[in-house]
């Protein structure tokens, strides 16, 4: 069973809630920053941070990134397939999450 403190929850622009293991989120660098913040922010204690910029289809398909980056570290390598019309709005939910 995961436990609530390994998870984190990501908030699309439309309100889809995405809850994700700590780790996977961890990959990128943004979310990293926010999460192991020692600030006292909101995101840090509530372990869920929002996206108002980002969809709820770009903001999943970066979430099955966050955990074939995981696999593709522990040695398992396989393909990431993006659709083509997603390219442009993915790759700025990229740069924005330094992933």
């Not at 696999?71 to 992933?99: C, D, R, V």
């Amino acid at each position: 069973m995961v436990r609530k403190e390994d998870t984190v929850r990501l908030i699309s622009a439309e309100g889809h809630e995405f809850v994700i293991e700590r780790e996977a989120a961890l990959v990128s660098n943004t979310l990293k920053n926010i999460l192991t913040s020692t600030g006292g922010f909101t995101e840090t204690q509530l372990g869920e941070v929002r996206f108002p910029e980002i969809s709820a289809p770009i903001l999943e398909k970066v979430c099955q990134y966050f955990y074939w980056s995981l696999q593709f570290a522990s040695g398992k390598e396989t393909e990431f397939h993006i659709e083509p019309e997603m390219t442009l709005e993915l790759m700025m939910a990229a740069n924005y999450l330094h992933t």
